[in-house]
């Protein structure tokens, strides 16, 4: 944007447009999000299981998020059980990564000369997922915007070549574009006509409220182990079965489940390492799965290319 | 003489790691030049965290010529030895010289271009760079092999004198183009040699001169602050964190709302470094004010103010929080939060964290009764606290928890008891939840606040203290107690269990534990058996309180230690029982022997080991702590350094230094003798009391067969040896070496004047006894076998 030119402040969703439109033009397809409760974008199994293999992989797409311990019953003003993640994945990272991130912000209304945009180190770990790789947290003006991260390890298993994940928290963003305290008053879309405008309160305060006390009070946590159990279950016949994306879908499933247990509370700090270390063989023998029923076309596709 | 730049540049370096990277660069860039000969003279190293910069000044342009000369066989040898010779030189018959009847083969190496030293040397540098942790990335990562940095290396700058050093690296090939400022300058800028790297970096908005960066924010955020009327509370950390952060740092002063100076000091000030990286400030009183300065990596177009705003946002909610936990914490009293202690794991083997505050409370409130923390500025000196621990020492029927109004009333050891009691509550608290740094703080805070007894509360605040070299030790009788205990039920535990560090691990901090007793003793001149508080702890381990705290639940115990590997006998459990029903504990019964003995001794060998680290930064000798601490029986840290001190003092003195060689002389001919040096023997009985051995002093002086020498020795060791232990047994550790002192002549003359190994018998085997006297003598002072030199 250039100096001194009225810009109208982004809407929550015209914001996500806007970044739509970027990565679209930078070679992204823009998916839509998975239809299943997860944690973060990175659950997506486009950014879990695509970014294992040789094949460029370059999508971006908006996520829906859940952590039902975050939940506050629609009273504090920052967290939430329920937020959007956006996520974008580039195989292999290309050279320029940090340019067209910048550029993303520019194109959402931050300018860099006017606000102090920083990339503190922060290196990420999903202990799920068996995952890490290295990167910063964004700052802009001392708030985290983005995690910004090269993929090195997915389900325990090397990343070649790498990816870069770029995840947004858009709550946060739009909060700071628009100028809000609290997430509720965020503009959501604006007025059209006389079609008013829509607060992000208008859209999520009610779910905040309800979800939080079923998250934390009322889920059934008989059903919800058992649920664990099934969907263990359910994962290791898909593996056996040869159907590693159905596979991997239980491992979401039983992700979310434990933290639904761990919201309630029923879960020790002892066997709190245990659950996690069971999600993890779920979300690994998926990945593992998902590499060996595409390894043939890889090594075909891609002279030279290992595991 | 030509000068060589070399940049290394790179998407953003953590700050911590910039430090160990201009390390790391010079010294492989001196060990590359210098395995080619080359020598490297001063190195200019600059950070940025884009960045790694490199100056070598005066590079000459070549490395020099070098001769080499081989002497080859004699002209006259058969011909095989010298068609060997050619072989290895490479070299025809008609390139050696004949000196002599011997062929010679000269070989001269011409020097090579700096220029291409350099090309080798860079590429060898960036694979061979070690990182805390290293990554890979792009299109090359599709390979295993790819180059491994610490994030995307994005560009090489190698120009030496005004020539490009052709190198390439991971796809990545050198040129004169670098960047500015991301911001600022994002295009190219050509360098020309390293005479306007820094200056055209600096047009471009990149101060490339850590040090300098460093400056302008120590400076700037001083001067800032200065401005409104404030002190910068200096954080030297932040500085170089900082400086770490940006390439054009603007320090900037905002404020907060002054509602929040109601959360304490110490929060405010960690939440704002910690998880922001801002300095806070200090009004005129001294006191921390509402405002902060942030360090911006920009000129901002609004001179900052957007930034300003943005920070200080993202302070408040982080305050707010802050707040909050302060608030919601002080709703509960410790005394309610201490009871969610069994919720939380102390370790799997040793129960629960309630269950270490139950032995710390007994542990801190014996150390008092017994004398050995006392009311007084300086502790009671008469004697060395020793009384048998009583595990039911502690009754909750005692006065605890809920003091009275006139709480400052209690005695030191119901303090002690108290202050155990909630010194960890405050680890069940939102704020210490949060920042688990400010466990102890916290607690004192909320302490004083509910109106528990400054003594109390200050205690519960300092007992972690010291928590490294250079930390406060503490000096107030209750924390002393506390602090006491805590560590020593923390070594006694983990010992008992048998997790002690090992090598560079030491999962439970066990040596910085042991370290706090050290200090905690030396600073308050503690008088004290140490084996007695560790019996005392190890004591309260095996009886773990059950439900009713004031019985001495043996089963319990004996449960556990079975849970931590302790197998114990039929007989065993049934001597465990007696203990447990007697309520008491003493060096005799059967527990001390099988468990709590050799637990002590293994921490106490452990203590001593730290003692010699501690004390080698004070200039005392390790080997000197080894000769006092190996006569054993010493746990008395106190009386051990003053012996050590003494021992010292001696060593450095020519009686000292001469008496140490006779003393090894002498262990020498008694090891020869087949004797053991460091007990009396057989033979020293012969000569060891002047009247009722075989040997009295008139026998030796009538005896022909010895000379005044043997004579002399035995008359010193008469008047030494009373006049050693008396000055021992007193602790005058100086009279004793000077007790030995006086021993030093008459051992010179005895090795001058007669020979130990005489062919009479009667005489030699005087003569051992004489010696292994002497050489006992001396270890009543201290195990001169340990002593170097």
Redesign the interface.
Known sequence: MTEGAEKKVLSFQDMILTLHAYWSARGCAILQPYDMRVGAGTFHPATTLRSLGPEPWNVAYVQPSRRPTDGRYGENPNRLQHYYQYQVILKPSPADLQEQYLGSLAAIGIDPLLHDIRFVEDDWESPTLGAWGLGWEVWCDGMEVTQFTYFQQMGGFDCKPVAGELTYGLERLAMYIQNVDNVYDLKFSDAVGDVSAVSYGDVFLENERQFSKWNFEVADTDTLFAGFKAAEDECKRAIEAGVPLAAYDQAIEASHLFNLLQARGVISVQERANYMARVRDLAKGSCKAWIDSQSERWTQNYPGWTL | MTDFLLELRS??I???MQAGARAELEKLFRAQLSSAGLETGELTIWST?RRLALIARDLPEATAAVSEELKGPRSSAPPQALEGFLRKTGLRQDQLEDRDGVYFAVIDKPGRATIEVLAEAVPAIVRGFAWP?S??????????ESLRW???L?GIVAIFGEELVPCEIGGIASGFATRGH???C?GEITIGSAADYAEKLRACHVIVDHEERQAIIRDGAAKAAADAGLVLVADEGLVIENAG??EWPVPLLGRFDEAFLEVPPEVIQLTARVN?K?FVVNGADGKLANGFV?T???D???GGA??V???R???A?RLSDARFFWEQDRKTKLEDHAKKLNRI?FH?KLGTVADKVERVAKLARWLVEEGIVTDSPLPFRGGAGGGAFRPDAARTDRPHPNPSPEGEGLSLADQAELAARLAKADLVTEMVGEFPELQGLMGGYYARAEGLPDAVADAIRDHYKPVGQGDDVPTAPATVAVALADKLDTLAAFFAINEKPTGSRDPFALRRAALGIISIIQANELRLSVSMPLAAALATLVGKSSASADRFSFEVGVQQLEAAGVQFSEETVDRLRDVALQNALDRASPIYDQIIQPSIVSIILFLADRLKVQQREAGVRHDLIDAVFALGGEDDLVRLLARVKALQAFMATEDGANLLAGYKRAANILKQAGQDVSSNSRHAELVSASTAGPWTLKQVQGDERLGAADAALFEALDSAEPAASAAVAEERFTDAMAALASLRAPIDAFFDGVMVNDPDEAVRAYRLGLLSRFTGAVHGVADFSKIEG
């Open positions: 998407e953003e953590p700050a911590r965290p942790k990554m890979r990335w792009g299109k090359e990562s599709a390979s295993s610490v994030r995307p994005s991301r911001f600022h994002p952060l940006t922001q801002y942030c911006a990596n920009i901002a177009k609004d957007e930034i705003a943005g920070n946002k993202v302070l909610a794991t799997e």
